[in-house]
């Protein structure tokens, strides 16, 4: 799947923003929400 994830950390990537929220809730699942959206 979403290999920058687990690489980068899952948290620099927009375009992994649905992946990231799914596999790390806890890293940005509501400051994504308002800054990516």
Do not use: F, K, N
């Not at 990537?13 to 959206?37: F, K, Y």
């Amino acid at each position: 799947m979403q290999v920058v994830i687990p690489a980068t950390g899952g948290r620099v990537e927009p375009h992994a923003e649905p992946a990231a929220r799914t596999a790390h809730p806890h890293v940005h699942a509501e400051p994504d929400a308002g800054a990516g959206r």
